[in-house]
């Protein structure tokens, strides 16, 4: 009914869209139907010696599991910062919204060419963006001018299956989705190019705000642990960095309210940092010092009587 094969001799057929969207193993008949996730440190991708990515798997398999399973690992690598609002909550924020970059993700699955069937998607990471790369041009019509408003899928019988599957909407607004909401957190528009090196490939960039997502290399923080240390540390540990570098001092509670965690899980995270010299317990020699607080060392110079009151 969804035209996603013929019946031959009595028995059904399946196409090249049904085995993407249906087949156990598509890469049987697609090699190229899978993602490959590259993450580079810095903004370079480098070659031969030079080309060092921190982070490198591949996810393949049929394509609503591979949605699945890439939503689950690049949300995992994307990195999530929380502040102090003006209303003095906090709130988290992540360094992309997710729509853009799932929407990025589902548009490559959907629209690329899969003629060009040894060709894989390509999620590459750089500190200052996220690129998504899928095999083949744009679809015919389509240009980065026009992109918003055109509507012209590549692949219409995969595109109505995953619609049947609520993977899509086919209402030609995902891409302004993308825009609608990298604007929202005052980022910049997605950029969308075709580049034939290496064989036709439409490339959709993210760039995120790279001195808010690193306020640390800009503070005292990144002056008192380096760049070297910051990566040892948890993301829990580096959501405490993150808030002392703004502003200065932190105490138990102020943890567990930045982290949701228990009161036990954070006193102790903070005691670690401290243990290795990363922050400055200042307390008296009480066991339970109501006013104790921390610091980034040495920088934080402030005393008991500096600490600002709640």
């Avoid at 059904?12 to 490959?36: E, S, T």
């Avoid at 995120?208 to 002056?223: E, G, Q, T």
Wanted: proline letters at 6%; one cysteine or more.
């Amino acid at each position: 009914m969804r035209r996603l094969g013929r019946i031959v001799t009595s028995q059904f057929v399946p196409n090249l869209a049904c085995a993407a969207v249906f087949a156990k193993d598509p890469g049987k008949i697609i090699p190229g139907c899978k993602i490959r996730f590259l993450r580079f440190e810095g903004t370079q991708e480098g070659t031969g010696a030079k080309f060092n990515p921190i982070k490198d798997f591949v996810i393949e398999g049929n394509i609503p599991s591979t949605i699945e399973r890439a939503e689950a690992a690049i949300e995992s690598q994307i990195r999530n910062f929380t502040r102090l609002g003006t209303d003095g909550k906090f709130f988290t924020a992540p360094e992309y919204p997710k729509d853009a970059w799932l929407e990025a993700i589902v548009n490559a699955c959907v629209h690329r060419s899969y003629n060009l069937r040894n060709m894989n998607i390509f999620v590459k990471m750089f500190d200052d963006r996220l690129e998504i790369e899928s095999p083949g041009g744009f679809p015919p019509l389509v240009t980065p001018e026009n992109i918003y408003d055109m509507h012209e899928p590549r692949n219409p019988k995969l595109m109505d299956a995953l619609f049947q599957l609520r993977l899509v909407q086919c209402a030609h607004e995902g891409t302004r989705r993308m825009r609608d909401t990298m604007k929202s957190m005052s980022l910049p528009a997605p950029e969308f190019v075709q580049r034939e090196v290496g064989g036709v490939a439409v490339r959709v960039t993210l760039r995120n705000n790279i001195a808010a997502r690193k306020i640390f290399l800009d503070s005292d923080a990144a002056k008192v642990i380096g760049e070297a240390i910051f990566k040892t540390l948890t993301q829990d540990e580096r959501q405490v960095i993150n808030y002392l570098a703004e502003n200065k001092t932190i105490n138990v509670s102020d943890a567990q309210r930045l982290l949701g965690k228990s009161w036990p899980y954070t006193k102790k995270l903070l005691a670690r940092l401290s243990g290795r010299g990363i922050l400055v317990h200042f307390h008296n020699k009480k066991d339970r010092d109501q006013r104790a607080f921390f610091g980034l060392t040495p920088q934080v110079s402030r005393t008991r009587k500096d600490r600002p009151k709640n």
